[in-house]
């Protein structure tokens, strides 16, 4: 009589264990989000790449040799405002194809989210912090130009007003203005709503970067006067944290 009772014991713990395990796994979701670029509708990979094929809102022609940017703080918003922050960055690297596709090891609970967002680049909580994978990565910024880290690096050759290939440098980082007596610094990261989203299996969503708005609105982008030394240009990082507001837009959510 009493083996018969802790069998059924024991067999009744792993039903409801089992039983749990599989609610658990039914009631969380994992996040992917997926990167593609394009210029206008065009689109770009690094199989576009070293070839002056585009023409920029100001008219001048340009090709693109390298882009990286880094996305942090994905965050799910619930009406009530409480928010789920994913843990982990990314350093999404078009020249050499590698991080287009990020999954954060964070799991959230299914259901209907008021918003869905994520940073580009870092805001200043987290430029603070040290991240050897990206020192690794030559990501760092010099501390007289406010230390932290790049947001972006895009990188390529146009056409001059003199007709002459020249090189050009994009690269976005945290607003940095030494001209005064003391450094002072204004974040430029930008927080990309996605919208509202029903949570109900495992999540991807895929979003594209128009390459293009980077040099369009509402700054109509001239080469000639903006492609060197824009790092600890004040205006000029002002500028392209006003031109990114819409470059990110999502495609699609695959569930």
């Known amino acids: 009589m ?29 996040i992917s989000l997926n990167f593609s670029h394009n210029w206008d509708g065009e689109l770009v990979t690094n199989a576009h790449f070293n070839t002056i094929q585009y023409t920029n809102e ?8 390298k882009l990286r940017y880094v996305i942090s703080k994905i965050t799910f918003h619930k009406a009530n405002q409480e ?5 982990g960055y990314n350093l999404v690297d078009v020249t050499n194809a590698t991080n287009l596709l990020f999954t954060s090891s964070t799991k959230i609970p299914l259901g209907q989210y008021s918003n869905m967002s994520f940073t580009f680049g870092f805001d200043d909580e987290d430029n603070s ?4 994978d990206l020192n690794a990565a030559s990501w760092t910024v010099p501390e007289m130009l406010g230390g932290g880290y790049h947001f972006m690096q895009l990188e390529g050759k146009f056409i001059n007003n003199t007709n002459t290939q020249t090189g050009y440098a994009y690269h976005a980082i945290r607003a940095v203005n030494n001209t ?16 509202s989203v ?9 979003i594209v970067m128009n390459i293009a708005q980077w040099f369009k609105d509402p700054n109509t982008w001239n080469l000639n006067d903006w492609h060197t030394a824009l790092m600890p240009n004040f ?8 031109n990114g507001q819409n470059v990110f837009s999502l495609e699609s959510i695959i569930q």
């Open 2 to 30: 009493k083996k018969t009772a802790y069998l059924f014991a024991t067999l009744m713990f792993t039903l409801i264990s089992c039983h749990k395990d599989n609610d658990d796994h039914v009631l969380q979701a994992s």
């Open 58 to 65: 100001n008219g001048e022609e340009l090709s693109i040799e």
């Open 83 to 87: 928010t789920i922050v994913l843990d």
């Open 129 to 132: 912090k040290n991240y050897p």
């Open 180 to 195: 005064g007596t003391e450094q002072v610094l204004q974040d430029t990261s930008i927080v990309v709503n996605l919208g």
């Open 198 to 206: 029903n949570i109900t299996n495992n999540t991807t969503f895929n």
């Open 235 to 242: 205006n000029a990082q002002i500028m392209m944290y006003e």
